[in-house]
C-alpha cells in the first residue's frame, strides 16, 4: 500500500435493531414528541417537560446511549425509561479515509438498507454530508446515485443518526467534569448525500429540529444547507420550518440541457424554479442561495452559458458554485478542462458573484460530490448505455 493510498476499514457493530412492537427509539423525535412519549410512558404530566430536557440533554449534549448513566435521574425513573425507550443509531459497516483526509461510512438502516454519509475535515471547520433516501428518484444523468432506484425514505432518527455515529468516530462529544471546549470538528451540515431532500420533507425537517437544538447538538441553521434539485412546491416550507441556508442543483442554463441533466426540470422548469426563489422568504444579501453547477465538458461549459446564468438569477442574492465534475464507472460525462472552468468563473465574477470553484474531495474513495451510492445498489451499466440513455 502507497503512502497515499485510501484507507479501508471494517468497523460493523452487532445489530442494533428494536424489536417489533418494541421500546420507543429516542434519536429523532423532536422535543415535543419526546414529551408526550414521556407522558404516554407514565411521566406525570406536572414532571414531563423537565424530564424531557433532562434526557434530550444526556442523549444529544453528553451523546449517553445508557439510560443508566443518566445520573440526574432517580433509579426508578432511569429503570421506567429503559423498560419502554431506547437509543439506537444505524450501524456503520464500513469507514473509509481518503488520502485527503475525507471519510466516508457506510451505514446500514433498518431493512438491511445502506447509505453513505462524508465528513469533510477542512481549516478550522468540518462538513458532514447526509443522505435523506436510501437511492433517488431524480435520475439526474450525472450523478452515480441517480443510477439508482428509491428504496425508501430516511427517518429523522436515522438522519439524525448520521451526525451522531460521525461524532462518535471523532470522539467529539465533551467529558463531563472537562472545561468547554468551543471546537467543532463538525462545525457545518449538507443535506447533499443520497436522495432528494424535500421529497422526504417532514422527516428532513424533524431532523434538522433536533440538530438545531441548542440544548443538544447545537448546529446554527446558518451551518446547515439543505440542496434541491427544484422541488418547487416544497421550497416556501423550507424556509418557514426548517429556517436553513438554501443550494439549488441547478447545472443547466437552457431547459432543453436541464431537462437531460435533471429531469425534475420537466415538471418545473427553470423559469418557474426562479420564481420560486424570488419569492423565497429569507431572501436576502446576508443570507444568499447558492446555485450549484457541476461543469461538464461540451455540455453547459460555454462562454454562453455562463452568460446565461448571470441573466436568469439576476436579483436574486446568490453565488455560484462551481463543480468540477466528478467521475464514477460508467459516466458519460467528462470533467471541463481547468482553464475552460476558469474562464467560465471570471465571466461569473466579473458580473458581480461569488463563483468558486470547489475542491474535489475524497475522490479515491468515491466520496466526492455526485458519486455516493451505497455499495450493494451498485448499477453495472456501462459508459453507452448510460449515455443512450441520457441523449448526450
Known amino acids: 500500500m502507497t503512502a497515499n493510498a485510501p484507507i479501508i476499514q471494517d468497523v460493523m457493530t452487532l ?10 427509539n429516542i434519536v429523532g423525535l423532536t422535543r415535543e414528541e419526546l414529551l408526550a412519549a414521556l407522558v404516554a410512558a407514565g411521566t406525570p404530566e406536572r414532571q414531563a417537560k423537565m ?51 475525507t471519510r466516508k461510512y457506510l451505514i446500514r438502516i433498518a431493512g438491511g438498507h445502506e447509505v453513505e454519509t462524508v465528513y469533510i475535515p477542512e481549516e478550522g471547520r468540518g462538513t458532514l454530508c ?66 432528494e431532500p424535500l421529497y422526504n420533507f417532514e422527516n428532513v425537517r424533524n431532523a434538522m429540529k433536533v440538530v438545531m ?34 443550494a439549488i442543483s441547478f447545472h443547466a442554463t437552457t431547459d432543453e440541457v436541464r431537462d437531460i441533466l435533471v429531469p425534475i426540470n420537466k415538471r418545473w422548469n ?68 481547468p482553464e475552460r472552468i476558469a474562464a467560465f468563473a471570471d465571466i461569473i465574477y466579473k458580473a458581480g458573484y461569488a463563483s468558486p470553484i470547489r475542491t474535489p474531495r475524497g475522490e479515491d474513495i468515491m466520496a466526492a460530490c455526485g458519486q455516493l451510492k451505497s455499495a450493494t445498489e451498485r448499477a453495472r451499466k456501462s459508459r453507452a448505455q448510460i449515455a443512450a440513455e441520457t441523449g448526450l
Open 15 to 24: 445489530p442494533r435493531k428494536l424489536p417489533e412492537g418494541g421500546p420507543v
Open 51 to 101: 424530564r424531557a430536557g433532562q434526557v434530550w440533554q444526556w442523549v444529544y449534549h453528553w451523546g449517553v446511549r445508557d439510560f443508566a448513566q443518566m445520573t440526574n435521574l432517580a433509579k426508578d425513573y432511569r429503570a421506567l425509561l429503559a423498560e419502554h425507550f431506547a437509543i439506537v443509531l444505524p450501524e456503520v459497516v464500513t469507514r473509509q479515509i481518503s488520502a485527503d483526509g
Open 213 to 246: 437544538d441548542g440544548e443538544g447538538l447545537s448546529l446554527s441553521r446558518r451551518r446547515i444547507t439543505l440542496s434541491t434539485s427544484g422541488v418547487v412546491p416544497e421550497i416556501a416550507r423550507t424556509a418557514e420550518e426548517i429556517g436553513c441556508q438554501l
Open 270 to 337: 427553470i423559469r418557474t424554479l426562479l420564481d420560486s426563489l424570488r419569492d423565497y422568504p429569507r431572501l436576502s444579501n446576508s443570507e444568499r442561495i447558492t446555485f450549484e453547477y457541476v461543469m461538464l465538458d461540451g455540455v453547459n461549459d460555454t462562454d454562453a452559458d455562463a452568460r446565461r446564468l448571470v441573466k436568469l438569477i439576476s436579483g436574486i442574492p446568490s453565488k455560484i458554485n462551481l463543480i468540477p465534475f466528478n467521475e464514477w464507472p460508467g459516466a458519460p460525462y467528462r470533467r471541463s478542462t
Open 130 to 195: 447526509v443522505s435523506s433516501q436510501v437511492g433517488c428518484t431524480l435520475t439526474c444523468s450525472f450523478c452515480h446515485t441517480g443510477t439508482q432506484k428509491l428504496v425508501r425514505n430516511l427517518t429523522a432518527g436515522e438522519i439524525v443518526g448520521q451526525l451522531m455515529l460521525v461524532r462518535d468516530d471523532l470522539g467529539e462529544w465533551p467529558e463531563r467534569g472537562a472545561p468547554k471546549d468551543e471546537t467543532r470538528l463538525v462545525s457545518n451540515l449538507v443535506l447533499m448525500g443520497m436522495g
